[in-house]
């Protein structure tokens, strides 16, 4: 995509999260890769539902400024968040944009420590996979960067503890639409916590979904781990099992009966 193109995107993003009330005053920050070596981002200091094209800032991948819009803008400074974003950048390839902001309904859920790693929602489960929460990192700082470091690699989405949300994809919108995604199933799960509790979805019926979620493209290398652990889809080779326990019960069954047949070979 070009240069003016992104810009002009990541203007109209900031102006969808001020106005769908994911951002506040001058918070929040956007950022999409132009190349291997620089990023497209939003400058710290300016509310993001107000931006122009102009005053995006380009950065090295040491979140150093390299470039600017226009002459007037020159003194503008890169996003504090620059880090994290180029966390998500270094370790995944696939990533083109990455979007952070500040969901009221997912935050709350992090303060009151409800935890969105739950197969509830089915369209969270195909197009969100699991949203882990990080531990408490203090905003603006390196300590957000270290954060997510552990996570990135395996989620499209994670919730900073007390703080935000943290999303990417393969294009700044697609980062921008998981927001979307990640406040109503927030929202869906804080009104179910209300009625009562949530019910999550059981195993069969999330591997069915994650067949989907394989098919669309959407699928992450650790996904069967995870799922496993989360949602108790389990599998070893033409098996499904529903629980991880289970698992580790039949692969030593295995073993064990694999030792029986040397031995008894070696008789």
């Not at 180029?86 to 952070?100: F, S």
Request: glycine share 8%.
């Amino acid at each position: 995509m070009k240069e003016q193109h992104l810009r002009e995107q990541i203007c109209q993003i900031g102006r969808l999260m001020h106005q769908f009330q994911y951002i506040d005053g001058t918070s929040g920050n956007i950022s999409a890769r132009l190349d291997g070596e620089r990023v497209l981002a939003t400058p710290s200091g300016l509310a993001k539902g107000f931006m122009s094209p102009e005053q995006l800032i380009i950065v090295d991948m040491e979140g150093r400024k390299v470039g600017y819009g226009t002459a007037a803008n020159r003194d503008l400074k890169p996003t504090s968040e620059v880090l994290m974003h180029l966390e998500a950048y270094q370790q995944r390839p696939d990533v083109m944009g990455v979007v952070h902001a500040h969901p009221p309904t997912a935050v709350a859920l992090t303060v009151a420590g409800v935890s969105m790693q739950q197969c509830i929602i089915p369209e969270a489960v195909v197009v969100l996979g699991l949203i882990p929460t990080t531990p408490y990192a203090t905003p603006s700082s390196s300590e957000n960067r270290d954060a997510i470091s552990a996570l990135i690699r395996n989620h499209d989405a994670l919730m900073l503890a007390y703080h935000g949300s943290l999303t990417v994809g393969p294009d700044v919108w697609t980062a921008y639409l998981r927001l979307e995604s990640l406040e109503h199933t927030a929202k869906i799960l804080y009104m179910a916590h209300q009625l009562g509790g949530m019910t999550p979805l059981p195993p069969h019926q999330v591997e069915k979904l994650l067949q989907t979620r394989q098919q669309l493209g959407l699928a992450l290398p650790a996904d069967g781990e995870l799922y496993c652990e989360h949602c108790g889809v389990c599998h070893v080779p033409e098996q499904h099992i529903e629980r991880a326990e289970d698992v580790e019960a039949l692969v030593r069954a295995k073993v064990q009966a694999a030792v029986r047949d040397t031995l008894k070979e070696l008789r």
